[in-house]
Structure formats: C-alpha cells, structure tokens
C-alpha cells in the first residue's frame, strides 16, 4: 500500500468494474428498448410538439424536486368475469354454482355479455382464477380472468399499473424523481381537470386546493392592462386572488405548455411486463 | 519565500518544518475561503426553500427563486462550491503534511481555484435561468461543467504532483483516500454528463446512470475526501495513534470494492437485479462504516484527551457517517421511504452532518496555521450552532419522514393531508438551516479576520521594513 500504482490500479479496475456491471451490463439489456406493439399501435408514442416543449419547462422549473412520476406495485391479484355464457346454458349455471356459490348464477349469466363482462370471483390467486375459466369454457362460456395490480400508489389512484421502463423511452431527460412532497405526477393527463383548472393551480394553488403546500408559480403568467376586450384565455380570478382593476391575467406560452405536458402524462397502456386490466367502472 | 524553502530542501536532506509547510501552502487560503462563501450562499439558498417549503406563498413572483431552483441550487452549491472545493485545499495540504513536502504547484492551484469558482458560478446561475439539465447532482448547464472540469484537471494534477513529491516512507490511511478520490471524481462526472447530456442513453437507462453517478457522487467522491479528513485529524487532535492499519485497510479496499454499486432503491422502474444489487451493496456498505468508525473510536479513546473543541467537530462527523450508513439500509429497504422528506434528511446529513463538519473542523484547524495568526473568536459559537442546525435539520426530516411513510402507506389518509401534518416537522428544520446559516457565517468571519490580521501583518513588514526585507525573507520563512 505504499505505493501510488497500485492504490491507482486498485481503483481503476474497481470502478469499471461498477461501471462495467451498473452502466453497461443495463444498457445492453435495456438499453436498446423498442416500442411496444400494442393492438391500438405503437407505445409509447412521442410527445406532440406542445406537451415535448411543457417537458423542457417541467424540466428548467426543477417540478421534480417535488413531483415524482413513479408507480409502486406492491402485489398482485385477479378477477375472472363472464362475458358470454355460450348456448348450454344449464350446464354453465351448475358450474357457475360450482365455482362462486355465493353468486345469482342465473342472474349472471344472463346478463353476461361481451360489453357487460359480469364479475364472478373478485381478488383471488392465479390457480383459482385458472381453475374457474377452465371449468367455464368446459361448460361451453367464455370468462376472462383479469389481472388487479395493487399497491399504495394505485389505491391513492396515481396509476392502474406499475410504470415500468417502457414508459419514459422518449423523455429526454427523465424526471422519474425521488421526492414526493407533491403527488405523484406519472398518469396525471388521465386524472387532470380541465386546461382552466390546471392553469388556475398553477397561478396559485390555493385557488383550487385550499391546504395545498404547493409554490405558486404566477411567474408563468402576465398580468397586463385589459386591451378593448378582455383575453379570451385570462383566469376568472375573484377576491384575494383578483389582479388590480383594470387588469386581468394572462398565461405565458410557457404556462400553456406546461399545461399541455401535464396532461399529456399517462403510463397507462397494459403492457406485457406492467399487464393491467382497464378499469371496469370510471 | 517558495524558493528559499526549496532550495534549502534540495540541498539539506532534512524535511521542512510543520511551520514551513504550512506557510508555504498559504494559497490554499484561496480556495478555502471561496469555498466557505458558497457555504453561507448555499445554506441561505437552503432557508428559502425551507421556508417556501411550510410557506408556499413565499417569493413566489420570482422564477429564479421558486423551489425548484433554490432546493438543487442550494445542493450543487454545498457539493461544487463548498464540499469539493474546501475538500480539495484540505486535501492538499493534507498530502503536504504527510509527505512532509511544501506544496507544490501554487501559481496552478490559485488559478484552478478561481476557475473553479467561475464554473460554480455560471453552472448555479444557469440552475436559475432554468438551464438546469434536469439531473440530480448534474444540474449544471454545459458552461459551468465543462469550467468546472477543466480546473479539476488543472487542481487535480497538482494534488497528484503533491503526492508524488512526498518523502519516501509508509503511506498514510488519508493518502489513499485522497489519492482514490483524485481519480474517482472525473471518472464519475465525466461518464455521467456524457451518458447524459452530450450523448443522451434513452429511457430509464438515464436512470441508471444517474442513479450511479449520485451513489458514486456521495459514496466515493465526498465519502473518500470525508474520511481522509477524520483519518487525519482524529489521531491527531486526540495525540494518538491510528488504532489499526489493517481495519483502515479492510475499510478503504471494501469502500473501494462496494462503494460504486449502491444506490438503487426499491421501486425505481429498473431491472429487479438492479435494484436487489443496490440494496445489498448498501448492506455491504455497512462494513467499511463499521470498520472506520470502530478504528477512530478506538482511536479517540487510546487519546490523551486534550481538551481541543476542534475535537467535537470530527467526533460529531463520526457520528453522522455512522447513522448515514445505517439509514442508507432502511432507504434501500422500506417501501415509499426514500421518497419522504427521509430521504433528504439522509442526504442532508450526510452532506452537513458528516462530509460539512468534518470539513469546517479541518478549516478551523487550518485557517490560523494557514495566516500564521491566531484567533479562536467564534469556533465554540459556529461549532455549537452547525451541529445544533444539522441535528434539528435531520431529526425533524428523519422523524416527520417515518411519519409521512406511515400516512402514506395507509390508502385511506388523503394526500394533502399527509403534507400538511408533517408542517410542523418542516418548521422545525427551517429552524435548523437558520442555526446552520448562523454557524457558516460565523466560521466564515473567524476566517476572514484571520486573513485580514495576516495580511496586515505582511503589509506592515513590507512598509516598514521596505529596504532589508530581503534578507529578512529568510528568518520570516522559518519561523
């Protein structure tokens, strides 16, 4: 230990070692990720013109010192449903009796069909999930047996899946974020209210949000003198909130930018890795 | 006085005297002092965003000072301005010290130094313009990067020069840290800006990279240049001698071996093996902490104890190394946890707590041989107030964290209400960055008086005495 060399040679070779297995190693086997082929086309598809430029603004704001754009999947269940009972349908009624006593197996059955998928067994494990489709389809139905990701993140509603690597190929940087002292950002185009509400949160949090500990940002907006007729996109904003008479306020370009990436953030397609079942009710 | 020294080296083979190394590494002075400015900038910028934390309302017509510019403004400030930059003097005149060598290379180091300054400055005003890159620990726009590196170079080549002009004997633990370090940082923060900035990987594999340049960033850059500081200073202060080479040596090789591999948490959408790879390896990690801190804490008991206050601030550093190492583990284990204010409690004390005071102990140890001054104004007064802040900062990050975790894991509790209970847990830590801000301006005035009293002591040397100087320059260099 002496000598200077071998400390450097030390060294060296540990760090391509870590560089070799965390850098390389990922980028071989994710690194070279494709689209994937969807039945409705390819996902992900890259941001419109808008929503790639409210990117750069989520960016230069630091909205990830705050925001993270992750969703946790802690476990996993299943729902088989029905959705056509087939032509015998006495023998699809036994073996509906069979599998979920506790169900009207008449009922569900007759009023099983392909836009009505009718829920037989909710939150059980794969076996039993496969062991009642196999039965159905004996009996001449069809029955599905969907996939139910849980976990905090998807109760809270941030998300019907995990996201998984296939959901940030185009953002450029990713801002997956590592802080949630806001919510979770990554389905939020799925939840957000309208371009109205978003712009109003943004001019002041409060306005929308009575407790909410988020910054304002009414730097993204102008607050000009009104021209012969007010702007057709100036916030209705009333009481403490209101400009000085005389005025109103204006979102910058930057701000409706903002708006369109926000709404354009959805890691929703049910995909190979991530399966997710689309939401039976809204 | 540079070449006096020199020379008589060169032709008497007796080492130079403490008193001569010192005062010939003066210019250190420069980038230590730079980087005690940044400091106080650094944790001002820290109190606004703590403040805007609780109080959103809060400048909030200013786009420069919004969240999120000020939080990682604040953090590149600590890391670039500060950590790496007062790590660097610390560590050079550190290799002078064991090498028994005067410094080498002012004239360079003085001039990397300054660029150094440049490349923070343009990088923190392109954070506020909004030119950040958008990677944790990386923000700094092409401008202020490629300062930055560039008199890295020029810095990090005089350190190696400083190494190689040691007296032949046994290398020192400190050595090999510094050495390690020299290396590690440009490899690290030229692979990740050009992973990620200059040639973009696609996807989450930025994840990865970023993942593995914060983890390298902290475990190996700010880790290394930490204990090279307590490895140094503990034995020291304590009149003791390192309890065990060998514990040292298993501690650097196994840091060295582990060290690049953490960082991965839980929950990141990367491939599983990456995760349970990063996970473990901060397990693993625990084996270099635990070897370092149980030599140095032999160490201070084997001490003779001389009532030094300097002591408090390396012990303290120990201290928050160990616990970092602890609750690295739990991040790496505990589902949502590293996504609370946790997670930044760790960070902040590992960044205050353990690499900041074993840093401003050093500074405070250096500054008066540094001017040849003394002066103790302030040391209690900063010290007191860095490692109350630190302590309350973390304390109510890392309690209101677990809370929050809790809250969060429970579906049922909504979102703005898990916020707004952990309120007061963030009122608390602004309290802390105020002790903090307190303290860094409190070290940075005992520094700058020790400056100014030296430099007055020059210039009344040179006036009076204009005509003999000359032949006093000698007597002046000795003592």
């Given at each position: 230990?002496?000598?200077?060399?071998?400390i450097?040679?030390?060294?060296?070779?540990?760090?391509?070692m870590?560089?070799?297995?965390?850098?390389?190693?990922p980028?071989v086997?994710?690194g070279v990720?494709?689209?994937?082929?969807?039945v409705d086309?390819?996902?992900?598809?890259p941001?419109?013109g808008?929503?790639e430029?409210g990117?750069?603004?989520?960016?230069?704001?630091?909205?990830?010192?705050c925001?993270?754009?992750?969703v946790?999947?802690?476990?996993?269940t299943?729902d088989?449903v029905?959705?056509?009972p087939?032509t015998?349908?006495e023998?699809?009624?036994?073996?509906?009796?069979?599998?979920a006593?506790g169900?009207?197996?008449?009922a569900?059955?007759?009023?099983?069909?392909?836009?009505?998928p009718?829920t037989?067994?909710?939150?059980?494990?794969?076996?039993?999930?496969?062991?009642?489709?196999a039965?159905?389809?004996?009996?001449?139905?069809t029955?599905k047996?969907?996939?139910i990701?849980?976990?905090?993140?998807?109760?809270?509603?941030?998300?019907?899946?995990?996201?998984?690597?296939a959901?940030?190929?185009y953002?450029q940087?990713v801002q997956?974020?590592?802080?949630?002292?806001?919510?979770?950002?990554a389905?939020?185009?799925?939840?957000?209210?309208s371009?109205?509400?978003?712009?109003?949160?943004?001019?002041?949090?409060?306005?929308?949000?009575d407790?909410?500990l988020?910054?304002?940002h009414?730097?993204?907006?102008?607050?000009?003198?009104?021209?012969?007729k007010p702007?057709p996109?100036?916030?209705?904003?009333?009481g403490?909130?209101?400009?000085?008479?005389?005025?109103?306020?204006?979102?910058?370009?930057e701000?409706?930018q903002?708006?369109?990436?926000?709404?354009?953030?959805?890691?929703?397609?049910?995909?190979?890795?991530?399966?997710?079942?689309?939401?039976?009710q809204? | 006085?540079?070449?006096?020294?020199?020379?008589?080296?060169?032709t008497?083979?007796?080492?130079?005297?403490?008193?001569?190394?010192?005062?010939?590494?003066?210019?250190?002075?420069?980038?230590?002092?730079?980087?005690?400015?940044?400091?106080?900038?650094?944790s001002?910028?820290?109190?606004?965003?703590?403040?805007?934390?609780?109080?959103?309302?809060?400048?909030?017509?200013?786009s420069?000072?919004t969240?999120?510019?000020?939080?990682?403004?604040?953090?590149?400030a600590?890391v670039?301005?500060?950590?790496s930059q007062?790590?660097?003097?610390?560590a050079?005149?550190?290799?002078c010290r064991?090498g028994?060598?005067?410094?080498v290379g002012a004239?360079?180091?003085a001039i990397?130094s300054?660029?150094?300054?440049l490349?923070?400055?343009?990088?923190?005003?392109?954070?506020f313009?909004?030119?950040?890159?958008?990677?944790?620990w990386?923000e700094?726009?092409?401008?202020?990067?490629?300062?930055?590196?560039?008199?890295?170079?020029?810095?990090?080549i005089c350190?190696l020069?400083?190494?190689?002009?040691?007296?032949?004997?046994e290398?020192y633990?400190?050595?090999?840290?510094?050495l390690?370090?020299?290396?590690?940082?440009?490899w690290?923060?030229?692979t990740?800006r050009?992973?990620?900035?200059?040639?973009?990987?696609?996807?989450?594999?930025q994840?990865a990279v970023?993942?593995?340049?914060?983890?390298?960033?902290?475990?190996?850059?700010?880790?290394?240049?930490?204990l090279?500081?307590?490895?140094?200073f503990?034995?020291?202060?304590?009149?003791?001698q390192?309890?065990?080479r060998s514990?040292?040596?298993?501690?650097f090789?196994?840091?060295?071996?582990?060290?690049?591999?953490?960082?991965?948490?839980?929950?990141l959408p990367?491939?599983?093996?990456?995760?349970?790879t990063?996970?473990?390896?901060?397990?693993?990690?625990?084996?270099?902490?635990?070897a370092?801190?149980?030599?140095?804490?032999l160490?201070?008991?084997?001490?003779?104890?001389?009532k030094?206050g300097?002591?408090g601030?390396?012990?303290?550093?120990?201290?928050?190394?160990?616990l970092?190492?602890v609750?690295?583990?739990f991040?790496?284990?505990?589902?949502?946890?590293?996504?609370?204010?946790?997670?930044?409690?760790?960070?902040?004390?590992?960044l205050?707590?353990?690499v900041?005071?074993?840093?401003?102990?050093?500074i405070?140890?250096?500054?008066?041989?540094?001017?040849?001054?003394?002066?103790?104004?302030?040391?209690?007064w900063?010290?007191?107030?860095?490692?109350?802040?630190i302590?309350?900062?973390?304390?109510?990050?890392?309690?209101?964290?677990?809370?929050?975790?809790?809250?969060?894991?429970?579906g049922?509790?909504?979102?703005?209400?898990?916020?707004n209970?952990?309120?007061?847990?963030?009122r608390l830590?602004?309290l802390?960055?105020?002790?903090?801000?307190i303290?860094?301006?409190l070290t940075?005035?005992?520094v700058?008086?020790l400056?100014?009293?030296?430099c007055q002591?020059?210039?009344?040397?040179?006036c009076?005495?204009?005509?003999?100087?000359v032949k006093l320059?000698?007597?002046?260099?000795?003592?």
């Amino acid at each position: 230990m002496n000598h200077g060399p071998l400390i450097f040679l030390g060294v060296l070779v540990t760090f391509v070692m870590s560089w070799w297995g965390l850098i390389f190693a990922p980028q071989v086997q994710i690194g070279v990720q494709q689209n994937a082929s969807l039945v409705d086309g390819i996902y992900p598809r890259p941001r419109a013109g808008l929503a790639e430029q409210g990117h750069h603004v989520y960016v230069a704001n630091g909205c990830v010192q705050c925001h993270s754009q992750q969703v946790r999947q802690e476990s996993y269940t299943f729902d088989v449903v029905l959705t056509a009972p087939g032509t015998n349908n006495e023998i699809v009624i036994r073996a509906l009796g069979k599998i979920a006593p506790g169900i009207n197996a008449g009922a569900v059955a007759a009023a099983a069909t392909d836009q009505k998928p009718q829920t037989i067994l909710t939150n059980v494990p794969q076996g039993v999930a496969d062991d009642a489709q196999a039965r159905l389809k004996k009996a001449g139905a069809t029955a599905k047996t969907l996939f139910i990701p849980l976990g905090v993140d998807i109760a809270r509603g941030w998300g019907s899946r995990l996201t998984v690597a296939a959901d940030y190929l185009y953002d450029q940087p990713v801002q997956v974020g590592h802080s949630r002292l806001g919510p979770d950002l990554a389905n939020y185009g799925q939840r957000a209210p309208s371009t109205k509400l978003i712009l109003e949160h943004l001019y002041d949090p409060r306005l929308t949000m009575d407790k909410s500990l988020m910054p304002a940002h009414r730097y993204l907006f102008e607050t000009k003198p009104v021209g012969k007729k007010p702007s057709p996109d100036a916030l209705a904003l009333t009481g403490k909130f209101a400009p000085p008479a005389g005025h109103e306020v204006v979102p910058k370009p930057e701000a409706l930018q903002l708006v369109a990436y926000l709404q354009s953030l959805r890691a929703s397609a049910p995909l190979f890795e991530a399966p997710a079942s689309p939401a039976p009710q809204p | 006085m540079n070449g006096s020294t020199s020379s008589s080296v060169s032709t008497t083979p007796a080492p130079p005297t403490s008193a001569c190394i010192d005062s010939s590494a003066r210019i250190l002075l420069l980038p230590i002092v730079s980087s005690l400015v940044w400091l106080v900038i650094s944790s001002v910028l820290a109190l606004i965003a703590s403040v805007k934390l609780h109080s959103p309302t809060v400048l909030a017509d200013s786009s420069w000072l919004t969240y999120g510019h000020t939080r990682p403004a604040a953090n590149d400030a600590f890391v670039y301005g500060f950590a790496s930059q007062a790590g660097l003097a610390v560590a050079l005149w550190i290799l002078c010290r064991l090498g028994r060598n005067t410094l080498v290379g002012a004239l360079p180091i003085a001039i990397g130094s300054i660029f150094w300054n440049l490349g923070v400055t343009f990088g923190l005003v392109g954070i506020f313009t909004g030119h950040t890159t958008g990677f944790d620990w990386l923000e700094f726009p092409k401008a202020g990067s490629f300062i930055l590196l560039a008199s890295y170079g020029v810095l990090g080549i005089c350190a190696l020069l400083n190494f190689r002009a040691r007296q032949p004997g046994e290398t020192y633990p400190s050595q090999w840290y510094i050495l390690a370090a020299l290396f590690w940082f440009p490899w690290l923060f030229t692979t990740a800006r050009m992973l990620l900035v200059q040639f973009p990987v696609r996807g989450v594999m930025q994840l990865a990279v970023s993942g593995w340049f914060t983890n390298g960033l902290f475990t190996l850059w700010l880790t290394s240049l930490g204990l090279a500081v307590l490895l140094y200073f503990i034995p020291k202060i304590s009149q003791a001698q390192l309890f065990s080479r060998s514990l040292a040596l298993i501690a650097f090789w196994s840091l060295a071996v582990f060290g690049g591999w953490a960082g991965f948490y839980r929950g990141l959408p990367l491939p599983a093996w990456m995760i349970s790879t990063g996970a473990a390896a901060s397990v693993v990690l625990l084996v270099p902490m635990l070897a370092t801190v149980a030599n140095l804490w032999l160490t201070m008991g084997q001490g003779t104890h001389a009532k030094s206050g300097l002591l408090g601030y390396f012990k303290y550093s120990l201290i928050a190394f160990a616990l970092c190492g602890v609750f690295a583990v739990f991040n790496a284990f505990i589902p949502q946890l590293r996504l609370t204010l946790f997670g930044e409690g760790v960070e902040q004390l590992f960044l205050y707590g353990f690499v900041g005071l074993a840093l401003l102990g050093a500074i405070h140890y250096l500054a008066p041989r540094l001017t040849g001054q003394e002066n103790d104004k302030f040391v209690c007064w900063s010290g007191m107030a860095s490692t109350f802040g630190i302590l309350l900062f973390a304390a109510a990050f890392l309690i209101g964290g677990i809370l929050q975790q809790k809250r969060l894991i429970d579906g049922s509790v909504p979102f703005l209400d898990v916020m707004n209970k952990t309120k007061m847990f963030i009122r608390l830590s602004t309290l802390g960055v105020l002790l903090l801000v307190i303290g860094n301006i409190l070290t940075l005035a005992r520094v700058l008086l020790l400056v100014r009293a030296c430099c007055q002591a020059c210039c009344s040397s040179c006036c009076s005495e204009s005509k003999p100087s000359v032949k006093l320059k000698p007597a002046g260099a000795a003592r």
